[in-house]
């Protein structure tokens, strides 16, 4: 027994004091996530204004590509109708074809579609952005060691440089991007987006809306996971119970301890 | 042992096993429905074709759940035609209206209804369509005249957006 | 093996035990004896199996809708966790699942390593239990590749580069790997169809492992003999089969805990980036379960005596049986080996840490006192202390201390007292 504690307090100390995959010392912005915790939920209307700043400051040079139109409609997402859901589809040009000419095309687009990128690939987008390749955002809030939380600051982290500091033509520095440089210039300022529900667009807000919207792009399943989880766990932990009076009842006859 | 024990040892046991069997099936099912069509699949479940071009008279096929849709634009002596068949000549007996809703357009699975080869047009002995695979012969609205295909060529759900575009599943 | 003969109660399985005598051997294991005092550090043998079968069950599913192709891997993963039908929760079932299964298996091997459960005549078991181990280690780190991310890719960059340390023939051997100049497509496929194959390959080791277990039958906490027939054992249906649920179920509430709440925290995050050749991540690092090995590998300088340090470090585990001294068995009876016993977890658990820091300054310090003390372990301490070690007195049977409530060393040293 001793020595299992003593194997347990090394495993914690193991565990507690490394952040295996850290990256430095910085201490994230705190915010309230709606979709943490075990019975964590998305805040449908952050979602909302969240694709709202996603459409109008970032999709000009980062791509979604595993997101589709229709997924903007399906239950546990932004949940927008599905009309609104056919008219932001519509109201991009997707490549298809050949046609019968053996020509390609452009047409509106469907619930079907995936997101179309700013870029046709990757070079072309780092042609674009000075070298930087903007990276596609479906999954970056998983993509990121520090998760939400980094996404949430680094989008309000654009400070002056510390004096000393030389930064490059076209770099800019960011309190809590890894190695403080960063090529994207600070996205997000006071009043950029017009929120339709009428909420204030501070920085604060348009970043914590579209970083909600980014953990929803990353993990579009989060509630339901969550939900079955849930009840997976109850659902053990009754079974377990039964199993246990059974065992005893089926030793109950064995001179030993269990 | 007492009565009252067995039963309450019978009861724990019995309710066990009852408990885990939901658990059992609970975790089979995920494994059975991945193989179920997928979202992305599901999504493409229709397609809106455009036949503005398709002059009286000619077919096109196009794809739609992966299998190809005969879509013809029939004349009226076409339509006359597939209106005069009597009911006892067929197989499969259905009437015309009942295949196309709009006579001047013939929408139907361009799957032979026989083994699933996919008939040629403008062919056979009824001006209609030919399977060469084992010789089934269909009319002009699609249905089996002669051959060993069991029932016509399938009618699948279907309707014009507007005047230039159906939209097919 | 059948020590005594099993006839079916109807016709049919009469006439077909005759010819396959499949009911037979249900009938074996449903009454393989099982001595009664065994702890649930026992139980993980069953929780194995468990693993290996959901692994092989949600690996089958997932290779429905994953397409092995460079350019397809990475967005056919996306697909399966966005569209297939509860495809994230398989694939967050497989990943973890990995997880779950290596930390079952080093409960299992330190559980052998405490009770000596790889001395005589266990061997074979423990032999058969480390190939096992190895071809887990394998379908892990290809398995790790499939997804394409930037940590599948660089990961099997550096462990295929491990081998063009081996003089003459290593680069040939690399290149062979690879079937290519680097890691790429052709070395995904593959990666892919080895993956897939080798827990088929598995399975059949567990069956021999079980088998060569079920002759001289289980070890137990106080690792003495039992002889059979014995009122020292029960059967194994219903006794184990039940204490192995409960366990089995306490297993999957972790499981479950990880899988629905944080699946992706064992994992890393770069490897949700798709792969890039021309650009290296800051740290590159295996998955968790492969952290000591990494640690003794970069502990040491050069780098073919690297390599060979890291596979020394598991096969000198086969050489234990033999390298370990001492008559007696399990470390209950053994109070300076089971301080170093100890001492050797501790020293794992360090190698684990010091694997995932970058390999420069302490961490590296610290890396190569550990390795070295991992290898003076087996080679100095064990051989010695079977000789030097004043063991403790063991108990003639099970039953006897047990009686007293708990493997009482009082009891057993009074035992004459208590026998007239």
Same mark, same amino acid.
């Given at each position: 027994?001793?020595?299992?504690?003593?194997?347990?307090?090394?495993?914690?100390?193991?565990?507690?004091?490394?952040?295996?995959?850290?990256?430095?010392?910085?201490?994230?912005?705190?915010?309230?996530?709606?979709?943490?915790?075990?019975?964590?939920?998305?805040?449908?209307?952050?979602?909302?204004?969240?694709?709202?700043?996603?459409?109008?400051?970032?999709?000009?040079?980062?791509?979604?590509?595993?997101?589709?139109?229709?997924?903007?409609?399906?239950?546990?997402?932004?949940?927008?109708?599905?009309?609104?859901?056919?008219?932001?589809?519509?109201?991009?040009?997707?490549?298809?074809?050949?046609?019968?000419?053996?020509?390609?095309?452009?047409?509106?687009?469907?619930?079907?579609?995936?997101?179309?990128?700013?870029?046709?690939?990757?070079?072309?987008?780092?042609?674009?952005?000075?070298?930087?390749?903007?990276?596609?955002?479906?999954?970056?809030?998983?993509?990121?060691?520090?998760?939400?939380?980094?996404?949430?600051?680094?989008?309000?982290?654009?400070?002056?440089?510390?004096?000393?500091?030389?930064?490059?033509?076209?770099?800019?520095?960011?309190?809590?991007?890894?190695?403080?440089?960063?090529?994207?210039?600070?996205?997000?300022?006071?009043?950029?987006?017009?929120?339709?529900?009428?909420?204030?667009?501070?920085?604060?807000?348009?970043?914590?809306?579209?970083?909600?919207?980014?953990?929803?792009?990353?993990?579009?399943?989060?509630?339901?996971?969550?939900?079955?989880?849930?009840?997976?766990?109850?659902?053990?932990?009754?079974?377990?119970?039964?199993?246990?009076?059974?065992?005893?009842?089926?030793?109950?006859?064995?001179?030993?301890?269990? | 042992?007492?009565?009252?024990?067995?039963?309450?040892?019978?009861?724990?046991?019995?309710?066990?096993?009852?408990?885990?069997?939901?658990?059992?099936?609970?975790?089979?099912?995920?494994?059975?429905?991945?193989?179920?069509?997928?979202?992305?699949?599901?999504?493409?479940?229709?397609?809106?074709?455009?036949?503005?071009?398709?002059?009286?008279?000619?077919?096109?096929?196009?794809?739609?759940?992966?299998?190809?849709?005969?879509?013809?634009?029939?004349?009226?002596?076409?339509?006359?035609?597939?209106?005069?068949?009597?009911?006892?000549?067929?197989?499969?007996?259905?009437?015309?209206?009942?295949?196309?809703?709009?006579?001047?357009?013939?929408?139907?699975?361009?799957?032979?209804?026989?083994?699933?080869?996919?008939?040629?047009?403008?062919?056979?002995?009824?001006?209609?369509?030919?399977?060469?695979?084992?010789?089934?012969?269909?009319?002009?609205?699609?249905?089996?005249?002669?051959?060993?295909?069991?029932?016509?060529?399938?009618?699948?759900?279907?309707?014009?957006?507007?005047?230039?575009?159906?939209?097919?599943? | 093996?059948?020590?005594?003969?099993?006839?079916?109660?109807?016709?049919?399985?009469?006439?077909?035990?005759?010819?396959?005598?499949?009911?037979?051997?249900?009938?074996?294991?449903?009454?393989?004896?099982?001595?009664?005092?065994?702890?649930?550090?026992?139980?993980?043998? %069953? =929780?194995? /199996?468990?693993?290996?079968?959901?692994?092989? !069950?949600?690996?089958? *599913? @997932?290779?429905?809708?994953?397409?092995? +192709?460079?350019?397809?891997?990475?967005?056919?993963?996306?697909?399966?966790?966005?569209?297939?039908?509860?495809?994230?929760?398989?694939?967050?079932?497989?990943?973890?699942?990995?997880?779950?299964?290596?930390?079952?298996?080093?409960?299992?091997?330190?559980?052998?390593?405490?009770?000596?459960?790889?001395?005589?005549?266990?061997?074979?078991?423990?032999?058969?239990?480390?190939?096992?181990?190895?071809?887990?280690?394998?379908?892990?780190?290809?398995?790790?590749?499939?997804?394409?991310?930037?940590?599948?890719?660089?990961?099997?960059?550096?462990?295929?580069?491990?081998?063009?340390?081996?003089?003459?023939?290593?680069? %040939? =051997?690399? /290149?062979?790997?690879?079937?290519?100049?680097? !890691?790429?497509?052709? *070395? @995904?496929?593959?990666?892919?169809?080895? +993956?897939?194959?080798?827990?088929?390959?598995?399975?059949?080791?567990?069956?021999?492992?079980?088998?060569?277990?079920?002759?001289?039958?289980?070890?137990?906490?106080?690792?003495?003999?039992?002889?059979?027939?014995?009122?020292?054992?029960?059967?194994?249906?219903?006794?184990?089969?039940?204490?192995?649920?409960?366990?089995?179920?306490?297993?999957?509430?972790?499981?479950?805990?990880?899988?629905?709440?944080?699946?992706?925290?064992?994992?890393?995050?770069?490897?949700?980036?798709?792969?890039?050749?021309?650009?290296?991540?800051?740290?590159?690092?295996?998955?968790?379960?492969?952290?000591?090995?990494?640690?003794?590998?970069?502990?040491?300088?050069?780098?073919?005596?690297?390599?060979?340090?890291?596979?020394?470090?598991?096969?000198?585990?086969?050489?234990?049986?033999?390298?370990?001294?001492?008559?007696?068995?399990?470390?209950?009876?053994?109070?300076?080996?089971?301080?170093?016993?100890?001492?050797?977890?501790?020293?794992?658990?360090?190698?684990?840490?010091?694997?995932?820091?970058?390999?420069?300054?302490?961490?590296?310090?610290?890396?190569?006192?550990?390795?070295?003390?991992?290898?003076?372990?087996?080679?100095?301490?064990?051989?010695?202390?079977?000789?030097?070690?004043?063991?403790?007195?063991?108990?003639?049977?099970?039953?006897?201390?047990?009686?007293?409530?708990?493997?009482?060393?009082?009891?057993?040293?009074?035992?004459?007292?208590?026998?007239?």
């Amino acid at each position: 027994m001793k020595n299992i504690i003593k194997l347990l307090i090394i495993t914690i100390f193991f565990f507690s004091s490394v952040n295996l995959y850290s990256a430095e010392k910085v201490e994230y912005l705190k915010t309230d996530w709606s979709f943490k915790g075990l019975f964590g939920k998305f805040d449908r209307s952050s979602l909302q204004r969240g694709y709202q700043v996603y459409t109008e400051v970032c999709a000009s040079c980062h791509s979604m590509k595993y997101v589709s139109y229709r997924n903007l409609g399906e239950k546990g997402g932004p949940e927008f109708s599905e009309e609104a859901v056919k008219a932001i589809a519509a109201s991009f040009e997707v490549n298809d074809g050949p046609n019968a000419d053996g020509e390609m095309f452009t047409r509106p687009g469907k619930l079907s579609d995936k997101f179309v990128m700013p870029y046709e690939n990757v070079k072309a987008a780092q042609a674009a952005n000075g070298g930087a390749y903007p990276p596609d955002m479906s999954v970056l809030v998983k993509a990121r060691g520090g998760g939400v939380d980094y996404i949430y600051s680094l989008l309000q982290g654009y400070e002056d440089a510390p004096s000393g500091m030389i930064l490059d033509e076209g770099v800019h520095y960011n309190k809590y991007m890894y190695g403080n440089k960063i090529k994207m210039s600070a996205p997000l300022s006071e009043g950029i987006v017009e929120y339709g529900d009428g909420t204030e667009a501070t920085v604060e807000q348009m970043s914590k809306d579209v970083t909600t919207f980014l953990m929803w792009t990353a993990e579009p399943h989060l509630e339901s996971r969550h939900q079955m989880g849930f009840k997976a766990i109850v659902y053990l932990i009754i079974l377990t119970i039964l199993v246990y009076f059974s065992m005893k009842r089926i030793w109950s006859s064995i001179e030993t301890e269990v | 042992m007492s009565e009252k024990k067995t039963n309450r040892r019978d009861f724990l046991f019995t309710a066990t096993y009852a408990v885990g069997a939901v658990g059992v099936g609970a975790t089979v099912w995920p494994m059975i429905d991945q193989m179920n069509p997928d979202a992305s699949v599901k999504a493409l479940a229709s397609t809106e074709v455009d036949v503005s071009s398709v002059a009286p008279g000619k077919t096109i096929t196009v794809l739609w759940r992966g299998k190809p849709v005969f879509i013809r634009r029939r004349t009226q002596e076409e339509i006359t035609d597939a209106k005069s068949v009597k009911m006892e000549e067929l197989k499969d007996p259905e009437k015309d209206e009942d295949r196309a809703k709009n006579p001047e357009w013939l929408v139907m699975l361009g799957v032979c209804t026989h083994l699933g080869c996919v008939p040629l047009n403008d062919k056979g002995d009824y001006n209609g369509w030919f399977c060469p695979c084992h010789g089934s012969h269909y009319d002009i609205s699609g249905r089996i005249r002669k051959g060993p295909a069991p029932t016509n060529m399938e009618i699948p759900k279907y309707e014009f957006v507007n005047a230039n575009t159906i939209k097919i599943g | 093996m059948s020590d005594h003969e099993y006839t079916p109660k109807s016709k049919f399985g009469k006439w077909f035990n005759d010819r396959l005598p499949l009911l037979s051997l249900a009938s074996h294991l449903t009454d393989y004896p099982t001595p009664k005092n065994l702890n649930y550090w026992w139980t993980f043998g %069953g =929780i194995l /199996t468990f693993c290996l079968i959901t692994q092989i !069950v949600t690996g089958l *599913t @997932l290779a429905m809708h994953y397409i092995a +192709h460079a350019d397809m891997a990475f967005e056919s993963v996306e697909h399966i966790m966005r569209d297939v039908n509860y495809g994230w929760l398989i694939r967050y079932i497989h990943a973890n699942g990995a997880s779950m299964f290596f930390l079952a298996v080093y409960i299992h091997i330190f559980r052998s390593l405490f009770y000596g459960s790889y001395k005589s005549p266990r061997e074979i078991i423990w032999i058969i239990g480390i190939i096992i181990y190895l071809l887990m280690m394998a379908a892990a780190f290809m398995g790790y590749v499939l997804p394409w991310g930037q940590m599948s890719f660089w990961g099997a960059t550096v462990i295929t580069n491990l081998f063009s340390a081996i003089p003459l023939v290593g680069e %040939g =051997i690399v /290149t062979w790997l690879w079937g290519g100049y680097s !890691v790429d497509n052709p *070395t @995904l496929t593959r990666f892919f169809t080895l +993956h897939y194959l080798i827990p088929f390959l598995i399975l059949g080791l567990v069956v021999l492992h079980i088998w060569a277990l079920h002759v001289p039958g289980n070890n137990n906490p106080i690792g003495i003999d039992i002889k059979k027939p014995s009122k020292d054992t029960v059967p194994f249906h219903p006794y184990i089969v039940i204490k192995d649920g409960f366990a089995l179920l306490m297993f999957m509430i972790v499981f479950a805990f990880f899988v629905f709440y944080a699946p992706n925290i064992l994992g890393h995050a770069d490897n949700y980036i798709e792969a890039n050749p021309l650009v290296t991540p800051a740290h590159i690092v295996p998955e968790w379960y492969l952290l000591p090995f990494y640690a003794i590998l970069r502990s040491v300088p050069d780098k073919l005596l690297g390599v060979i340090a890291m596979l020394s470090a598991i096969l000198i585990l086969a050489a234990l049986p033999w390298l370990d001294t001492s008559k007696i068995r399990s470390a209950v009876f053994r109070p300076l080996y089971k301080q170093f016993y100890w001492i050797l977890v501790a020293d794992v658990l360090i190698l684990g840490y010091v694997g995932a820091m970058p390999a420069e300054g302490l961490y590296l310090l610290i890396a190569r006192v550990a390795t070295a003390y991992y290898f003076l372990h087996f080679l100095i301490v064990l051989p010695v202390l079977g000789f030097k070690e004043r063991t403790l007195p063991i108990p003639l049977s099970i039953t006897e201390p047990v009686l007293g409530g708990s493997t009482n060393i009082a009891m057993a040293k009074n035992r004459e007292s208590l026998h007239k």
